[in-house]
């Protein structure tokens, strides 16, 4: 069984920056891409960026260049580091894991969830 947890969310301004984190557990890095979600309000649940099992790591297009994504395997932890927020990044982030063997963009992609952290970017 994996479990995920999301920490780091809080309220930070336009342009600022954020780190969340994923902790997972019974997880092996060899067998489980990880990614990273976001749900606004009113708005379905959208593919930030993935980290997959052969290394490729792909982010979609609204955050490439601001976010990023790295893992510290001696923790078991995932981060997504967030510069250059925007009151648009405003949503509820999420970290999945799957068991495909590429990188999946939808949630029916993913087997496991976290509870999610608020991230809330005023202007």
């Known amino acids: 069984q994996v479990t995920l947890e999301e920490s780091g969310g809080g309220l930070v301004q336009a342009g600022g920056s954020l780190r969340l984190s994923c902790a997972t557990s019974?997880?092996?890095?060899?067998?489980?891409?990880v990614a990273w979600f976001r749900q606004a309000p009113g708005k379905e649940r959208e593919f930030v960026v993935g980290?997959?099992?052969?290394?490729?790591?792909y982010y979609a297009d609204v955050v490439k260049g601001r976010f990023s994504i790295t893992e510290d395997n001696a923790k078991n932890t995932v981060y997504l580091q967030m510069n250059s927020l925007k009151s648009e990044d405003t949503a509820v982030y999420y970290c999945?894991?799957?068991?495909?063997?590429?990188?999946?963009?939808?949630?029916?992609?993913?087997?496991?969830w976290g509870q999610g952290t608020q991230v809330t970017v005023s202007s």
């Open positions: 980290m997959w099992t052969d290394g490729s790591i």
């Open positions: 999945a894991a799957s068991t495909w063997g590429s990188v999946q963009t939808t949630t029916l992609g993913y087997d496991y």
């Open positions: 019974g997880r092996t890095v060899s067998r489980y891409g």
